[in-house]
């Protein structure tokens, strides 16, 4: 199946920095979803984005699909940026909705 | 609209017993999936229903069943609970092929 790799692991940042998190992806795919855990384990929408680029206040992402990644920038975070995030991708043989995860970036923004 | 519900939110069984988790899925949205999420493993993909059929099924025992109602809420049952059953349990509806969006989760503790 799909494979799905987050890098890096574990990002520690002073708040007002900059970040970017990366998502490389094995295969073609159909869908590809960004989330944030929060700390009482929900996972919330930041972004849909199987190909281009969106903007969604302080957070964007840009997915190159023909080179197989996908990039989250977080600008002047927050502490509230804290937790993990996830990127998730369908593959092109899937049949309906099947989600593959990355393991995740887990984030720490220090006041 | 109302968010994906999921109840019950917290549950404590013992080894060999069974456990129904059930999920209540975004007004309008038929497809309905199961995800287990646990330190070990990441979040992995259990089943998917759509219009009451599953429609796509992810690598676990048995043991792990679902199903889904004309009103498209969902249940999920683990018979014979294994210790490391533990974990939380995410899930998520959409349209057709499209966002999907997650609820709060059932955290299951098996002693």
């Known amino acids: 199946g799909i494979q799905v790799e987050q890098s890096p692991p574990d990002l520690i940042l002073q708040e007002g920095a900059n970040s970017t998190l990366r998502c490389n992806f094995s295969?073609?795919?159909?869908?590809l979803q960004w989330f944030h855990q929060n700390p009482w384990g929900q996972l919330i929408n930041l972004f849909y984005?199987?190909?281009g680029t969106k903007q969604n206040g302080r957070l964007s992402a840009t997915t190159v699909a023909t080179e197989r990644y996908s990039l989250l920038y977080i600008s002047s975070s927050q502490t509230t940026d804290s937790g993990v995030y996830f990127c998730?991708?369908?593959?092109?043989?899937?049949?309906?909705?099947?989600?593959?995860f990355g393991g995740g970036t887990r984030v720490l923004v220090k006041p | 609209k109302a968010g994906v519900t999921q109840t019950p939110r917290y549950l404590i069984k013992t080894r060999g017993q069974q456990v129904t988790l059930s999920c209540s899925p975004i007004?309008?949205?038929?497809?309905v999936s199961w995800y287990q999420q646990t330190p070990g493993q990441g979040l992995q993909f259990l089943f998917e229903?759509?219009?009451?059929?599953?429609?796509n099924k992810g690598n676990f025992p048995g043991r792990f069943s679902g199903r889904q109602f004309s009103n498209s809420r969902s249940e999920m049952n683990v018979s014979t609970l294994e210790l490391g059953d533990s974990a939380l349990y995410l899930c998520?509806?959409?349209?057709?092929?499209?966002?999907?969006?997650f609820g709060p989760g059932t955290r299951l503790t098996v002693l």
């Open positions: 984005i199987p190909s």
């Open positions: 998520a509806s959409s349209t057709f092929a499209d966002t999907q969006y």
């Open positions: 229903y759509f219009s009451e059929t599953q429609r």
């Open positions: 007004s309008g949205h038929r497809s």
């Open positions: 998730a991708v369908e593959g092109p043989k899937a049949a309906g909705n099947k989600l593959t």
């Open positions: 295969d073609s795919v159909n869908n």
